[in-house]
């Protein structure tokens, strides 16, 4: 039996399935991950600033229409679609129990169609008016011209992301590790397991099948049933 019959019978004697998926699993979707040679987090800019410096919480706070330029340009792809993976995992919802726990902001996998989504960084398609919390959707926001303003009392208006030198928010961390620990399988995909906490959650399965599907080697590998690394969509056509 070769790697994509075992993954697939994995697949199909599981009853409680978690996802837990990374950058890698949108790449497919033209969205660039962070950490590869050519991700965003490697990127040489002019004002020698660090992409990482530029999405934390202080530089916000200090430098926000240097924050939204690089947001709108870098973090925001809203032509992005779904690809084979995000929509196999979709599709598996009509059989299985399938919880999704995401580090993405892209919103793909809700437009695939998945509806138990645990969006732990966050998503782009939600954005709140830092006065009166009025919400506004990630084109509003992509549109505006400087930093978004309210239309309502012309307050600023924040991305619902986590940045740098912010907490996970709470309930999205509970939901993630319950839902892991009640899993009979977990599945890793496009993900290098390297930020934390998030990438700790997988510490808390109890199942039987830890699966890990990444281009590149884990520091969890040795701990899982199955390891394929190849791209996922590769992987997603020799299983359906």
């Excluded at 059989?95 to 995401?102: I, P, S």
């Excluded at 437009?111 to 732990?120: C, R």
């Excluded at 977990?186 to 397991?193: A, C």
Aim: contains cysteine; glycine residues 6%.
């Amino acid at each position: 039996m070769d790697k994509y019959e075992i993954l697939k019978s994995m697949i199909n004697h599981s009853r409680r399935i978690v996802f837990f998926t990374g950058a890698g699993i949108s790449v497919p979707s033209g969205i660039p991950d962070f950490r590869s040679a050519d991700g965003l987090y490697n990127e040489q800019r002019e004002d020698k600033i660090r992409p990482e410096d530029i999405i934390s919480h202080s530089f916000y706070k200090a430098h926000k229409e240097l924050f939204y330029s690089f947001y709108k340009n870098k973090m925001m792809y809203l032509d992005a679609k779904p690809n084979a993976a995000h929509q196999y995992i979709a599709s598996l919802e009509k059989e299985k129990q399938v919880t999704v726990v995401t580090q993405n902001i892209d919103g793909l996998h809700t437009l695939a169609g998945s509806k138990n989504v645990v969006e732990i960084h966050g998503s782009i398609h939600r954005n709140y008016c830092e006065k009166c919390n009025k919400f506004f959707d990630a084109k509003y926001v992509h549109d505006y011209n400087g930093v978004p303003k309210c239309d309502k009392c012309g307050g600023d208006i924040k991305p619902d992301v986590v940045l740098y030198e912010e907490p996970l928010n709470e309930e999205a961390i509970n939901q993630a590790i319950n839902a892991i620990m009640q899993a009979d399988t977990l599945i890793v995909i496009g993900t290098s397991l390297s930020v934390y906490p998030a990438a700790g959650f997988i510490r808390y399965f109890r199942g039987s099948c830890l699966i890990l599907l990444n281009k590149s080697a884990t520091s969890y590998d040795n701990m899982a049933d199955l390891v394929i690394n190849e791209d996922i969509v590769k992987i997603i056509e020799n299983i359906k």
